[in-house]
């Protein structure tokens, strides 16, 4: 049962246009959302995240939307460069206090100069 | 300061072997997480620890075990390998349980069981 979906599993745009990675879940209890991004060889590192309490949240390039009645949650990066090349992944976190982060399987974004 | 740090990086082993693979959170951070990336499965969650205590376990057998010792180092075990635990094993790490956006993943451990 995949609670975090990240139905494309690769997407390709121009370098200085928008890149809009989507990300669908399941469970009502996730309290808070979260962007990682992952190079080759290298573990995610945090991009962004938004508590379920809000539906905007804006850091620089990247803006995350929640939609909490769709169970939909997108990343907007504007513009987007050729360093931004990478897998995005969508995790959430379940209410509670604990760490534990529910992951999608990961978009892998290509930027073309 | 430095990262995370997960030694070590790559490890071949054999089915019916046991590992065991060592974290080294960031100075400071008490809380350490583990998890396994598949191509398959993505990334799943395996287990918490705060303070030497697993806070939380992820749905995988009894075979994977782990621990957190007094100065926040986490090691985890995974006894009688098979071919399906083949994977990139990572760790990361927090100061406190309850602040994902402060999680801080290491380079990972690229299991092979052959």
């Known amino acids: 049962d995949q609670q975090v979906k990240q139905n494309s599993p690769s997407l390709s745009v121009q370098e200085g246009r928008i890149s809009i990675l989507n990300c669908d879940y399941t469970n009502s209890m996730f309290d808070y959302f979260l962007w990682y991004k992952k190079y080759p060889a290298e573990g995610p590192t945090f991009l962004i995240s938004?508590?379920?309490?809000?539906d905007k949240n804006e850091d620089g390039r990247f803006t995350v939307f929640l939609n909490k009645s769709a169970k939909h949650l997108s990343l907007h990066i504007v513009p987007s460069q050729p360093g931004d090349s990478a897998v995005y992944f969508c995790a959430a976190r379940v209410a509670g206090g604990s760490e534990k982060l529910v992951f999608g399987k990961g978009t892998k974004l290509t930027v073309n100069p | 300061k430095a990262g995370v740090t997960q030694t070590p990086r790559y490890l071949i082993k054999t089915r019916g072997q046991q590992v065991t693979l060592s974290c080294s959170p960031i100075s400071g951070h008490r809380s350490v997480s583990w998890y396994q990336q598949t191509p398959g499965q993505g990334l799943q969650f395996l287990f918490e620890?705060?303070?030497?205590?697993?806070?939380n376990k992820g749905n995988f057998p009894g075979r994977f075990s782990g621990r957190q010792f007094s100065n926040s180092r986490s090691e985890m075990n995974v006894s009688t390998l098979e071919l399906g635990d083949s994977a990139l094993y990572l760790c990361?790490?927090?100061?406190?349980?309850?602040?994902?956006?402060?999680?801080?993943f290491g380079p990972g451990t690229r299991l092979t069981v052959t």
């Open positions: 938004i508590s379920s309490i809000k």
């Open positions: 990361a790490s927090s100061l406190v349980p309850g602040y994902p956006y402060e999680q801080y």
């Open positions: 620890y705060f303070s030497e205590t697993q806070r």
